[in-house]
């Protein structure tokens, strides 16, 4: 089964994430030029490694240097090897000691040019070596890879995570976090592999770090991935990133176990205790800036300052899906509840404001902004969209309602679409607020709305608007002329007439 990242619900960043990106070409760019030198340099290897294992096989009562034979045939390889040709050097006739002496002077010749071509060889000119450390190479092994799978595997998933830590953290502290994180799980690669001569080389160290500081500041993200089983099986999926990458760190952690148990000298083709070490001081060094507020008190206010004064103000939207993201929605809520106190008409930020203060229990505080879109919205005749945002209004803060005159507006638009169920569910609520101190304006437009599809209804507001005082005595005349004719209807019609006729249990009660 192949599972490979593809995605996440996170895709806004305040700033272009250049060292992201620079990073990147940089791993390209050096791939490139080192595919062309390993190419010239494999030759060489292996022209110069068979002519020194030739000329010893041929010459087997020669020594051959224990750290080259160990680097040729590995550990346990050169047991089996050393076994063999004591076989051969108890039948092997020896030269007089002035021939063996020129012929050990020849094979240590060769030992030397196969260990100049091995030394550079790119990989091990360039890599790292834990049992020969350098602080050259602490730096350069990160930016060189194995193959094209090793490198699109790796940038794919520093593209993934680096921007969003990059644009949270800010430039320096960035650059500086990858390039020691990268640093650390190399010495600590080499810590748990201190005799292994072979080079480590990759940028996942650090893009494990970056990993794991990921998964503490967007552990709510959604990931998408892609799925492939066998030959048919195929899709994507989405997941958490506090379910993915913690599983990902614990399938790290089995295949350095399994390497270990097979060749505890190191080695396995990948660095799985570099990967492991790396994604825990990432994480580590993420929750260490949580707990003392070193963003908050540190970076924020330098990197917006930076932005106001190069880009102009930073959209607060932005601003606040990335604080929600990375753990602080109350900061975020604080933003958006100040911009929308300036600017109330902005219905993006006042649709965030709404969900955040779902979120966080401050439905009450949210509803007033979100109440006053709707109110807009109705005004504008914007009917549909102000629906909507009604019925998410009844549904998650029932406590919260429009004014009569504009529920009115929505009755209207309902029973014009002939939408019953929630015209009767509105008209029902509406029913049950008049009184005598409505204006009977309103109380003669809600009969008049009703009268067709809710005559009951509509015979109560009529009833209401006559006894109004504001009611001039000429119009209650014809008002009592609609009103008879209304209850002679429903005296006809008897047990037949129905408000909003459709369900049986909303006959007009006798």
Known sequence: MIVIPIGHESNEVRRLPWITFTIMALCFIVHIFISIQVSDAENELMSSGEELITYYFNHPYLVLDTEVQNLIFGEDGSERMEAMLS????????????????????????????????????????????????FIALLTYMFIHGGWLHLFGNLLLLYLTGPFIEDLWGRPVYIAFYVIIGMLSALLYAQHYPNFSGPLIGASGAIAGVMGAFLIKYWKTKMRFFYWIGFFFRGTFEAPAFVML???????????????????????????????????????????????KIEEKYIHPKIEAKIEAQEGPTDVVITAVQRKNTGMIDEAYALLLEEARKNPTRKDVVDL??????EMGKADEAAKYFVKTIETEIRNNQIDVAL????????????????????????????????IDEARKLATELIQEVNSNTSPVVL???????????????????????????????????????????????????????????????????
């Open 87 to 134: 076989i051969y050097r108890q039948t092997a006739k020896r030269p007089d000691r002035a021939s063996q002496e020129a012929e050990q002077k020849k094979l240590d010749e060769l030992t030397q040019t196969f260990m100049g071509s091995l030394n550079a060889f790119p990989y091990r000119k360039w890599g790292f070596i834990p049992a020969d450390k350098s």
């Open 246 to 292: 913690p599983l990902w760190l614990l399938m790290e952690i089995f295949n350095a176990k399994v390497v270990d148990s097979i060749n505890t000298q190191g080695g396995g083709g990948v660095a799985h205790w570099a990967h492991v070490w790396g994604f825990v001081l990432g994480a580590g060094v993420a929750l260490a800036m949580m707990h003392f």
């Open 353 to 358: 404001l709404w969900d955040y203060g779902l």
């Open 388 to 419: 909507n945002r009604f019925f998410d209004l009844k549904a998650k803060a029932p406590q919260v309602s429009l004014s009569f005159t504009y529920k009115l507006a929505l009755l209207e638009y309902l029973t014009a679409r002939l939408d």
């Open 444 to 510: 003669l437009k809600f009969a008049t709305i009703l009268k067709e599809h809710a005559p009951s209804m509509a015979l109560k507001a009529m009833e209401m608007c006559l006894e109004h005082a504001d009611v001039p005595t000429d119009q209650k005349y014809s008002l009592k002329r609609e009103l008879n004719q209304l209850k002679n209807k429903l005296q006809t019609a008897g047990s037949r007439v129905k408000d909003f006729p459709g369900k049986a249990e909303d006959k007009v009660p006798a």
